[in-house]
């Protein structure tokens, strides 16, 4: 208990320092973001497989017999830049007995967001959406880090059919705002690009196929953070490491969860609304 206590205060110490994001920092990590959206252009054009998983059979018959695979999608991350540390994994999951359109349908239900995947989403709501392209916000909190600290945050997010069976989804922050004490009566916002820095930046390419009678989820997330002191880097990186695995697989999971709570809510109507019309002709 003691030793858990100390890490968590030296993470807390870790963060807690104002911070501000620099304009080289936000150069590295839009750079970085291109070869993101590159990569995913060549699974989608090259003839490579489209979905991660599928590179190694083992992914592929874990994530279909129900487990949820997480890892890092480079060998060394987080990923030092100036100033800063991107952070960038991948996981997949499937999700039996549904259509794609039904899992879209899910994750496009931003004024859901705040009940699908609580308690680290306590606030969302759409902004606009206009075909392919929507707009939406979200307050982040994530109690793992030890702060009372929440993320106000804009989102822009596209969405691509590939083909009646894929479609990949791009999301990425176009507005970060960090609350300070949240829900304390000393609450205030910083101005933006400033603050703990536990996030600046997020980016997201999620890839849906439709196959083996379900659905396959793949979510590759690259955050971008303040960089951690030399000092305390090999106590904290593990942390961090462990806190992204754990929260991109709590992701996914809510997914799953949210799409079969739809369907089941979907399905009851339906069911009465079928006894009803049978007892109205009686």
């Given at each position: 208990m003691k030793l858990r206590y100390g890490v968590s205060t030296l993470l807390l110490l870790t963060v807690a320092n104002g911070a501000e994001l620099k304009q080289e920092t936000v150069k590295a990590w839009d750079a970085y973001t291109k070869t993101i959206d590159a990569h995913n252009q060549e699974r989608v054009a090259s003839g490579r497989p489209f979905l991660w998983i599928d590179e190694l059979g083992d992914r592929k018959d874990r994530v279909r017999a129900g487990e949820v695979v997480v890892a890092p999608m480079t060998p060394q991350?987080?990923?030092?830049?100036?100033?800063?540390?991107?952070?960038?994994?991948?996981?997949?999951?499937?999700?039996?007995?549904?259509?794609?359109?039904?899992?879209?349908?899910?994750?496009?239900?931003?004024?859901?967001?705040?009940?699908?995947?609580?308690?680290?989403?306590?606030?969302?709501?759409?902004?606009?959406?206009?075909?392919?392209?929507?707009?939406?916000?979200?307050?982040l909190m994530n109690k793992a880090l030890f702060l009372k600290t929440a993320l106000d945050s804009d989102y822009a997010s596209s969405f691509v059919q590939v083909d009646e069976r894929r479609w990949y989804s791009v999301a990425y922050t176009t507005r970060v705002q960090e609350?300070?004490?949240?829900?304390?009566?000393?609450?205030?916002?910083?101005?933006?690009?400033?603050?703990?820095?536990?996030?600046?930046?997020?980016?997201?390419?999620?890839?849906?196929?439709?196959?083996?009678?379900?659905?396959?989820?793949?979510?590759?997330?690259?955050?971008?953070?303040?960089?951690?002191?030399m000092s305390v880097r090999w106590l904290v990186d593990?942390?961090?490491?462990?806190?992204?695995?754990?929260?991109?697989?709590?992701?996914?999971?809510?997914?799953?969860?949210?799409?079969?709570?739809?369907?089941?809510?979907?399905?009851?109507?339906?069911?009465?609304?079928?006894?009803?019309?049978?007892?109205?002709?009686?």
């Open positions: 991350t987080p990923k030092r830049v100036s100033s800063g540390l991107i952070h960038h994994w991948i996981g997949a999951t499937f999700i039996p007995n549904i259509r794609i359109e039904d899992v879209l349908s899910v994750v496009r239900d931003y004024d859901r967001y705040k009940e699908y995947y609580r308690p680290s989403v306590i606030d969302s709501k759409l902004l606009a959406q206009s075909g392919s392209k929507d707009k939406f916000s979200m307050v609350i300070e004490d949240y829900d304390q009566p000393a609450q205030r916002r910083l101005p933006d690009n400033e603050g703990s820095g536990y996030i600046w930046r997020l980016h997201s390419i999620t890839r849906f196929e439709e196959r083996d009678g379900g659905v396959y989820v793949e979510i590759e997330a690259a955050a971008l953070s303040r960089d951690i002191p593990p942390i961090v490491r462990r806190v992204s695995k754990s929260s991109l697989a709590t992701s996914l999971r809510q997914t799953e969860d949210a799409v079969a709570g739809k369907m089941a809510a979907t399905s009851f109507l339906s069911a009465r609304c079928g006894a009803y019309s049978i007892n109205a002709l009686r």
